[in-house]
């Protein structure tokens, strides 16, 4: 099983529609997440932190479900500048091991 | 946007030759990171640094070298570069080690 994993997607979905997309990890000591954007041949860019109750920026709303080891990524009214791949970011820190995980990324795009 | 440069920017070499890579941040972030970004595989990690002359592997480090110098400074070199040194590679600066990573432009390499 892969450490973390993402649906590749593509996501195709109309304009002003709600998506979500879910990020599964399996090393339960994992401590941060974050959710990243990717445009095309472009560096990933932060999204937002992912914090354990939740945490919400205009239309973007992340959510970390630490039972069942996932975090989720909610976009509502989208727009076509969306469009672009979504990395999950996974860091476990426990004691002196360290290692930040990046999903392969799930990729939305967003139809007129 | 995060002040993070990475030269050059693209790059084409031949077998066997020496490349290195630079990346500088204005930042003054404890932790820099080097990563590759492949299709199919997300972004691996190669080397990361936690200050001055404090380096160590991450999960791709093979064929790969880096060094830093100075705060500001993270170097990649690829001792003899392969065709399968192919890649995008991004660097990445860090606040602490559970932080948040913010992406340089990226590298664009090609080792013909």
């Known amino acids: 099983r892969k450490e973390v994993e993402q649906d590749p997607g593509p996501f195709n979905v109309p304009e002003g529609a709600t998506v979500a997309f879910n990020c599964t990890y399996s090393?339960?000591?994992?401590?941060?997440f974050f959710w990243y954007r990717q445009d095309c041949r472009k560096e990933p860019k932060l999204l937002m932190s992912v914090y354990s109750s939740g945490n919400e920026d205009g239309r973007f709303t992340a959510q970390l479900n630490r039972a069942s080891q996932y975090i989720s990524l909610l976009i509502r009214d989208s727009k076509l500048s969306d469009s672009a791949t979504y990395l999950c970011?996974?860091?476990?820190?426990?004691?002196?091991?360290?290692?930040?995980?990046f999903g392969t990324g799930t990729k939305l795009q967003v139809i007129p | 946007d995060a002040g993070i440069t990475q030269s050059p920017r693209h790059k084409v070499t031949e077998t066997g030759t020496p490349v290195t890579l630079r990346c500088h941040q204005t930042e003054n972030h404890r932790y820099m990171y080097w990563y590759r970004q492949d299709p199919g595989h997300g972004l691996r990690l190669i080397h990361y640094?936690?200050?001055?002359?404090?380096?160590d592997k991450g999960e791709v480090s093979d064929g790969y070298s880096v060094s830093r110098s100075k705060t500001e400074d993270f170097l990649l070199t690829l001792e003899s570069a392969t065709s399968s040194q192919t890649s995008v590679y991004f660097c990445?600066?860090?606040?602490?080690?559970?932080?948040?990573?913010?992406f340089g432009p990226g590298t664009r390499l090609t080792v013909t």
């Open positions: 990445a600066i860090a606040r602490d080690r559970v932080y948040e990573q913010y």
């Open positions: 640094s936690y200050g001055v002359k404090d380096t």
């Open positions: 090393n339960s000591a994992s401590q941060s």
């Open positions: 970011v996974v860091n476990i820190d426990s004691g002196g091991y360290q290692k930040v995980t």
